[in-house]
């Protein structure tokens, strides 16, 4: 794969690693973020941001199960019910070109996270979604990210 464009210079990228940035202090926690990019990821085909969250998610603590599973968590026992949740919001927005987003997942995301949370998480969702669509369209090379 070769990769077309550079996208790592100039006021868009450092706008996105902004956002990337109060992700990742947003609070929330890392094992949770990191799962949620990876699906992500995972939903868009982004090789590259699939390689780079498994990576980060295995240097945080994450087991190969978890990161093996992850694109069958709801047949699974391996996740949180607060993982669950933040799985199924990441899916729903994601997704939200294909439906709406129901008030029976809104209830049961607002079980587990705070209003506050809630935003957080999906303003993370938003960025990964955003860096999938860099990394993709541009050929990021999958196996380059090192840490």
């Not at 694109?71 to 939200?96: G, H, K, M, Q, V």
């Not at 669509?133 to 990210?145: E, K, Q, T």
């Amino acid at each position: 794969m070769t990769p077309r464009i550079d996208y790592h210079q100039g006021g868009a990228y450092q706008a996105m690693l902004g956002l990337e940035k109060y992700v990742r202090n947003c609070g929330l926690e890392h094992t949770l973020l990191e799962l949620v990019k990876t699906r992500a990821s995972q939903i868009n085909g982004c090789a590259y941001c699939i390689d780079m969250h498994t990576k980060d998610a295995r240097a945080g603590g994450e087991t190969e199960q978890r990161l093996y599973a992850l694109s069958a968590w709801r047949d699974t026992p391996f996740y949180t019910p607060r993982e669950r949740a933040a799985l199924e919001w990441t899916e729903a927005l994601t997704l939200i070109s294909e439906s709406d987003i129901p008030d029976s997942l809104y209830e049961t995301v607002r079980e587990q996270f705070t209003e506050a949370e809630i935003v957080n998480l999906s303003m993370a969702i938003i960025t990964i979604n955003g860096w999938n669509r860099l990394a993709i369209p541009f050929r990021s090379v999958p196996g380059s990210y090192q840490r």
